[in-house]
């Protein structure tokens, strides 16, 4: 079966970087995904990886490392806003269905 | 910003009834979604559906759950006997194509079957 693994939570200041790691498990793998969701909120985009490497966009960075099966994303100059969860997703097959992980709780303290 | 609309945004049913959750999609995207997520778990896939059919489905989307695009523009799931483990926020998604340019998530309907 599929199986990703983050960290449940994660804390950091303000201003601060923050990497989340992503471990998977996968049958098949064509590409990993971040969603950010605040509470309450719908999961929104940040980022694909379907080849190694690091991935920037803004203050987010996604990095993949296909031998490994893991791949993280780095919050650099964390603003309060921030603070959320965040959901690695794998694309397993050819298909477009997402495998989500169980996501990272991330609170920016000032 | 284009945005995935969906309606409503609180659905309390009782147990047995049947549901239709109802989405519109982003006009120019071909790719549709349903996702669930419980209560502080993780999100999960239902069913993608392309050129007017399902492309793929999960074990969670059993005989009970069936999806429609009735029109040009509505994308809906219907769950016929809901059970109260059916209690989750369903999220409507829409790609323009593959999913590395990521899905649009629209703001969810929280379905509590009681």
């Known amino acids: 079966g599929q199986s990703l693994e983050q960290p449940s939570e994660v804390t950091a200041v303000e201003g601060a970087i923050v990497q989340i790691n992503c471990t998977y498990q996968t049958s098949g793998f064509y590409g990993l995904s971040w969603y950010q969701q605040h509470d309450g909120g719908a999961p929104t985009f940040l980022s694909y990886n379907a080849l190694d490497g690091l991935e920037e966009t803004g203050r987010f960075s996604s990095f993949l490392s296909r031998s490994d099966s893991y791949g993280y994303l780095l919050l650099q100059e964390l603003q309060m806003k921030d603070s959320a969860s965040y959901f690695c997703?794998?694309?397993?097959?050819?298909?477009?269905?997402?495998?989500f992980g169980g996501g990272t709780r991330l609170m920016v303290k000032p | 910003e284009p945005e995935v609309t969906q309606t409503p945004s609180h659905q309390v049913t009782q147990m047995g009834q049947e549901v239709i959750l109802r989405c519109v999609p982003i006009?120019?995207?071909?790719?549709f979604y349903w996702y669930r997520q419980i209560l502080g778990q993780k999100v999960e896939f239902l069913v993608s559906f392309y050129n007017n059919e399902i492309s793929e489905k999960s074990e969670i989307f059993d005989d009970q759950f069936s999806v429609e695009r009735p029109d040009g523009s509505n994308f809906t799931l219907k769950i016929r006997s809901t059970k109260l483990e059916d209690s989750a926020m369903y999220f409507c998604?829409?790609?323009?194509?593959?999913?590395?340019?990521?899905?649009?998530f629209g703001s969810g309907t929280r379905l509590t079957v009681v």
């Open positions: 997703a794998v694309r397993d097959n050819a298909g477009n269905m997402l495998t």
């Open positions: 006009s120019n995207h071909l790719y």
């Open positions: 998604a829409s790609s323009m194509t593959e999913v590395n340019y990521g899905y649009t």
